[in-house]
T-cell receptor, first 110, second 113 residues
Framework: RKEVEQDPGPFNVPEGATVAFNCTYSNSASQSFFWYRQDCRKEPKLLMSVYSSGNEDGRFTAQLNRASQYISLLIRDSKLSDSATYLC???????????FGTGTRLLVSP | EPEVTQTPSHQVTQMGQEVILRCVPISNHLYFYWYRQILGQKVEFLVS????????KSEIFDDQFSVERPDGSNFTLKIRSTKLEDSAMYFC???????????FGSGTRLTVV
């Protein structure tokens, strides 16, 4: 099983739509979780951390289910500028490296 | 906003040549990293560096690779004898600790011909 697994997409949605991405991770010792955004040929940028209780940042909501080893990202009222690849990222306790999923590509159209 | 700076943005080198990729991490960060991303593939961990030594490295980070923090600001990745398969985007990152996430530099695109 891959350390971090995501559906590669692409997800094609119209502006204003709500879209959800899912991610699973293999190591139950994982402690920190993030969603990063990557535009084409650019560096990954931290979108938000994911907390056990779930958290929201504007139009973005992240959820964590430790029992199922599952992370989600919900984007409401999609904008054209949301078009990017969304990377699920996990850190295992005691280690400094972050492990990246392959990413889910989102295309928002007018 | 503080940023991680990488130079050069693009480097073309011949197979077998040595390359040095340079990074200036964020000044109050303690942990430094190199990642690479082959075109169309995922971001892969190479190495982490803390307190002037390697703290973790991946299987990719073999004897051809080395890292150094030669002074108080720069962090370098050296590839001794480049291979065609080393062609990728190399990202430097820094953090106050991985639990807080990283800040990435804009990357160096390495093309080995």
């Amino acid at each position: 099983r891959k350390e971090v697994e995501q559906d590669p997409g692409p997800f094609n949605v119209p502006e204003g739509a709500t879209v959800a991405f899912n991610c699973t991770y293999s190591n139950s010792a994982s402690q920190s979780f993030f969603w990063y955004r990557q535009d084409c040929r650019k560096e990954p940028k931290l979108l938000m951390s994911v907390y056990s209780s779930g958290n929201e940042d504007g139009r973005f909501t992240a959820q964590l289910n430790r029992a199922s080893q599952y992370i989600s990202l919900l984007i409401r009222d999609s904008k054209l500028s949301d078009s990017a690849t969304y990377l699920c990222v996990v850190n295992m306790n005691g280690f400094q490296k972050l492990v990246f999923g392959t990413g889910t590509r989102l295309l928002v159209s007018p | 906003e503080p940023e991680v700076t990488q130079t050069p943005s693009h480097q073309v080198t011949q197979m077998g040549q040595e390359v040095i990729l340079r990074c200036v991490p964020i000044s109050n960060h303690l942990y430094f990293y190199w990642y690479r991303q082959i075109l169309g593939q995922k971001v892969e961990f190479l190495v982490s560096f803390y307190n002037n030594e390697i703290s973790e490295k991946s299987e990719i980070f073999d004897d051809q690779f080395s890292v150094e923090r030669p002074d108080g600001s720069n962090f370098t990745l050296k590839i001794r004898s480049t291979k065609l398969e080393d062609s990728a985007m190399y990202f430097c990152a820094s953090s106050v600790g991985a639990v807080y996430g990283y800040t990435f530099g804009s990357g160096t695109r390495l093309t080995v011909v």
